[in-house]
Every structure is written in structure tokens, then in C-alpha cells.
T-cell receptor, first 114, second 114 residues
Framework: KAGVTQTPRYLIKTRGQQVTLSCSPISGHRSVSWYQQTPGQGLQFLFEYFSETQRNKGNFPGRFSGRQFSNSRSEMNVSTLELGDSALYLC?????????????FGPGTRLTVL | AQSVAQPEDQVNVAEGNPLTVKCTYSVSGNPYLFWYVQYPNRGLQFLLKYITGDNLVKGSYGFEAEFNKSQTSFHLKKPSALVSDSALYFCAVRDWNNFNKFYFGSGTKLNVKP
């Protein structure tokens, strides 16, 4: 099976812009979680989508949003970008239907906000 | 509330020597604990997990972890380190009430020197 794919791998934006990141989970996995990784804060949970519905949410402002499509692909959107949004954004897929907890991570999207 | 702590930012070990990467946890309810490894410019890879059962859990690449309830620890171990084990290691705990919400430690950089 193909692994988790994320596009694009690198992005450079300026403050105030918005950005959309994409994640395609492993075939058959219907759960997609998003994380923000920064040197100072480590890995922080953003949200999880399962069956096109947000199931869990972390402590991030409303500028961070997401959605999931019927084919389980997920997008994450960040509006009104701030310098502090510069980070590696990771998505992970899980086979929630089988009750399995292991998360399979994609390579991440490196976002730089100037 | 759930949380994990990795008290060491960095661990240095010589190739062939045993290694230990420490993790302590705080949970309400039974702990679901995980270890992940991250290589440069890559996403996280699942190593092993503890849900229930034997306190010694065996995982990928020769790693194992020991669950100690009285000390609330879940240390990662390997009997003989390889240079290729050099990477960033994360301990994580699953939120008791949310199937796919994880809390990650700050990460420990493992350096294995030849």
C-alpha cells in the first residue's frame, strides 16, 4: 500500500495570506489527524477527521480549519498567516474502523511565513 | 489530563552499547502509550505501543519498551545501539476519552557515535 502523502512539501507565504495543505491517507484509512511541529512547542495536535466529520480538536485558534472529503483525503487551511505559523505540518492516518491506534505519518509540509 | 514528559533533550551513546530513552506519563485512566521515531526531513514512524498485557513491549528495529505503572514510566530501550538509530524519538499517550487524540512529548535526540 502507498503511504501517507502530503502536498506540497514546501511552502513560502507572507503574513496575512492564507494557505491550504493536502493529505491523502493510506488506502482504507478513514481517519486523518493533523499536527503542528515546531522546535519550541514540539508536536501539537490540531484536529482529527473521520468519515468527513471533525472528531477531535486541539487548542488552536479558529484560523486553523480543516475538512475531509468522501475519499478520505483531507485539507487543512490556515487563514491570515502569522510568523508563528511557520512549522512542519504533519498529517497521520489511522485505521479507526479496525480500532487500531497506530498513526502513520506523512513526510509533512514545511510552511515558512515571511 | 493526559501528558508525557521526556526529561532528556539529547542522549549520547556509543555504537554497540545499550541505550535508554526516558518517558514518564500522567493519565487519568489506563494509559495507552506509544513510541515514534523521526528521521531528518521525514514524518514520524511508529515503533511500538503499550495498551495492556506484558510490561515489556517489543517493537520495530530491535527496540523495546518497559511499562512501569508504579513509576509511571515507559522507557524505550535497545540492547545494542546502531549509528543508524540516530534520530529524534517521541513518546506519546492517547487521550483516554478521545480515540485519536494524542499528546506527544518534546522529543529526545539520540546520537549514536561509532
Amino acid at each position: 500500500k502507498a503511504g501517507v502523502t502530503q502536498t506540497p512539501r514546501y511552502l513560502i507565504k507572507t503574513r496575512g495570506q492564507q494557505v491550504t495543505l493536502s493529505c491523502s491517507p493510506i488506502s482504507g484509512h478513514r481517519s486523518v489527524s493533523w499536527y503542528q511541529q515546531t522546535p519550541g512547542q514540539g508536536l501539537q495536535f490540531l484536529f482529527e477527521y473521520f468519515s468527513e466529520t471533525q472528531r477531535n480538536k486541539g487548542n488552536f485558534p479558529g484560523r486553523f480549519s480543516g475538512r475531509q472529503f468522501s475519499n478520505s483525503r483531507s485539507e487543512m487551511n490556515v487563514s491570515t498567516l502569522e510568523l508563528g505559523d511557520s512549522a512542519l505540518y504533519l498529517c497521520a492516518s489511522t485505521d479507526r474502523d479496525r480500532g487500531l491506534n497506530e498513526q502513520f505519518f506523512g513526510p509533512g509540509t514545511r510552511l515558512t511565513v515571511l | 489530563a493526559q501528558s508525557v514528559a521526556q526529561p532528556e533533550d539529547q542522549v549520547n551513546v556509543a555504537e554497540g552499547n545499550p541505550l535508554t530513552v526516558k518517558c514518564t506519563y500522567s493519565v487519568s485512566g489506563n494509559p495507552y502509550l506509544f513510541w515514534y521515531v523521526q528521521y531528518p526531513n521525514r514524518g514520524l514512524q511508529f515503533l511500538l505501543k503499550y495498551i495492556t498485557g506484558d510490561n515489556l513491549v517489543k517493537g520495530s528495529y530491535g527496540f523495546e519498551a518497559e511499562f512501569n505503572k508504579s513509576q509511571t514510566s515507559f522507557h524505550l530501550k535497545k540492547p545494542s545501539a546502531l549509528v543508524s538509530d540516530s534520530a529524534l524519538y517521541f513518546c506519546a499517550v492517547r487521550d483516554w476519552n478521545n480515540f485519536n487524540k494524542f499528546y506527544f512529548g518534546s522529543g529526545t535526540k539520540l546520537n549514536v557515535k561509532p
